[in-house]
């Protein structure tokens, strides 16, 4: 074999080694801080960056992350292009028992925010009767919320991402917004306008929170799982979001 040829099958063996070296996790556009702080291009630090690290260093991989829209998680973890999502839920996945999916590793409660001088009251669904509602683009609430929008006895205004839903209701152009307690947590912590909010008591949505993987890991299934299963029992999951609260 000549040198050149030598080199090319090395080149080779290298890159299919680095592939298989590699966990690739899905972030979404419109996930925001904390699950997604981004510089540029480049998912920096956050929640999904925090845990995928985390799972692919137990694993003895290197992580990396792609930015996927919600509506392509699905056909990208069949195809494997991507090796998992975490906190997620089966309901927000097409044909979610084609998937491997971990244990629960956190439960988060959607609220109502509101602006502070608006004084809004919210302590059932019908209180938000003729309000303009802010809600992420393609979110499942529960079922009483939904079918109060449907019955148009509220209006529901889509946002594509946590910026633009936050900079409405900052502007006073709606009444109110949809959100995680994870995420309004974070931003009463960080915002310089956090003093102009307040959360409702009232709860949207509760849900659990899981980590999914492509089919292509059957056979590292047990072991994925099992890492997982331990970093909840260590209380890791708890932890990276308690530090983002």
Same mark, same amino acid.
């Given at each position: 074999?000549?040198?050149? &040829?030598?080199?090319?099958?090395?080149?080779?063996?290298?890159?299919?080694?680095?592939?298989?070296?590699?966990?690739?996790? &899905?972030? $979404?556009?419109?996930?925001?801080?904390?699950?997604?702080?981004?510089?540029?291009?480049?998912?920096?630090?956050?929640?999904?960056?925090?845990? $995928?690290?985390?799972?692919? &260093?137990?694993? $003895?991989?290197?992580?990396?992350?792609?930015?996927?829209?919600?509506?392509?998680? &699905?056909?990208?973890?069949?195809? $494997?292009?991507?090796?998992?999502?975490?906190?997620?839920?089966?309901?927000?996945?097409?044909?979610?028992?084609?998937?491997?999916? *971990?244990?629960?590793i956190a439960q988060d409660f959607d609220h109502l925010v509101s602006l502070k001088k608006r004084n809004h009251q919210f302590q059932s669904i019908s209180d938000l009767h003729s309000l303009q509602i802010g809600a992420m683009t393609g979110y499942i609430y529960s079922d009483e919320f939904m079918e109060y929008i449907k019955s148009r006895k509220a209006k529901r205004r889509d946002f594509n991402n946590l910026d633009a839903l936050y900079s409405s209701l900052m502007a006073d152009r709606i009444d109110a917004i949809i959100d995680s307690r994870i995420s309004v947590d974070y931003r009463?912590?960080?915002?310089?306008?956090?003093?102009?909010?307040?959360? *409702?008591?009232?709860?949207?949505?509760?849900?659990?929170?899981?980590?999914?993987?492509?089919?292509?890991?059957?056979?590292?299934?047990?072991?994925?799982?099992?890492?997982?299963d331990q970093m909840i029992k260590e209380n890791r999951f708890s932890e990276i979001i308690k530090a983002y609260r």
């Open positions: 074999m000549g040198k050149h &040829a030598f080199l090319t099958v090395l080149f080779f063996l290298f890159s299919m080694h680095s592939q298989a070296e590699r966990l690739v996790f &899905a972030y $979404g556009p419109g996930n925001g801080e904390p699950f997604a702080i981004t510089k540029g291009d480049k998912l920096v630090s956050g929640l999904f960056k925090d845990m $995928g690290d985390e799972i692919a &260093a137990r694993m $003895g991989y290197e992580a990396d992350y792609r930015h996927t829209p919600q509506n392509r998680v &699905a056909q990208l973890l069949k195809q $494997g292009d991507i090796d998992g999502v975490c906190m997620t839920h089966p309901d927000w996945i097409e044909e979610s028992d084609a998937y491997i999916w *971990s244990n629960i009463l912590k960080t915002l310089t306008t956090n003093e102009d909010i307040s959360i *409702s008591p009232l709860t949207v949505y509760q849900y659990d929170l899981y980590c999914a993987f492509s089919p292509k890991w059957l056979k590292m299934k047990s072991k994925l799982l099992s890492i997982i």
